[in-house]
């Protein structure tokens, strides 16, 4: 069937270092990729998208890459920071704006 | 805050009671959505309701029945939950989808504990 999933449960890097965050998907079809930041307590939060007429996307720093060919979407961070300790979906649209989400990623920052 | 708020945030019921779990969205969407989040488990997708008409409903029991009353309101109405039903409950919102901008906005949530 169609899914969404994450390569790696946990993710520890040190406070100033780059992360990065994988997820691989099934469903060839889809055309349309967001990537959510979900902290202790809160409900999850747009970090960036991207369409798969695009490779690739850059944000404050943030940056999606998408590669259709091995269906592998990751998310980079750049000089990670306390803050950005949180749990990190990746989602895809299949079509009706109903988004399916992997399982998460939890990014542990040390300072 | 994201526009779209959630009420209560927390909400412990036991398994012959009704409750009702409250969303409301300030930020002009026409689609809103229910999601479970449950332990080390993907988010589930529950209810889509467009232009407030339900459009989807993943196979949930009828335990949860929602309403939308209005675009802007979302309710999910609980009676003689389960245990196992214990999560947290995420309302979400998106403009129209057939635009093609399919960015959901989440509210904070309502962890629901059944006893």
């Known amino acids: 069937g169609e899914s969404v999933g994450l390569h790696l449960p946990t993710l520890s890097v040190q406070e100033g270092d780059n992360s990065i965050i994988n997820c691989a998907y099934s469903?060839?079809?889809?055309?349309?990729f967001i990537w959510y930041k979900q902290e202790s307590g809160k409900g999850p939060q747009f970090i960036i998208d991207?369409?798969?007429?695009?490779d690739k996307r850059q944000g404050q720093r943030v940056t999606v890459l998408l590669n259709k060919t091995v269906k592998h979407l990751s998310l980079q961070i750049a000089a990670t920071q306390p803050g950005d300790s949180a749990v990190y979906f990746c989602?895809?649209?299949?079509?009706?704006?109903?988004?399916?989400f992997g399982k998460g990623t939890m990014l542990l920052v040390s300072p | 805050e994201t526009g779209v708020t959630q009420t209560p945030r927390h909400l412990v019921m036991g398994m012959t009671n009704k409750k009702s779990l409250k969303c409301e969205q300030h930020?002009?969407?026409?689609?809103m959505y229910w999601y479970k989040q449950s332990a080390k488990k993907p988010l589930e997708l529950m209810f889509v309701?467009?232009?407030?008409?339900?459009?989807e409903n993943n196979s949930v029991p009828s335990r949860f029945s929602p309403e939308c009353p209005n675009s802007s309101h979302l309710f999910l109405h609980l009676h003689t939950l389960q245990p196992e039903d214990s999560a947290l409950y995420l309302c979400?919102?998106?403009?129209?989808?057939?635009?093609?901008?399919?960015?959901?906005?989440f509210g904070q949530g309502t962890r629901l504990t059944v006893v």
């Open positions: 469903n060839s079809a889809s055309d349309y």
């Open positions: 991207i369409r798969s007429n695009m």
């Open positions: 930020l002009g969407h026409n689609a």
């Open positions: 979400a919102s998106s403009q129209d989808p057939a635009q093609g901008n399919t960015e959901a906005f």
């Open positions: 989602a895809e649209n299949n079509g009706y704006s109903t988004l399916t």
């Open positions: 309701y467009s232009l407030e008409e339900r459009v």
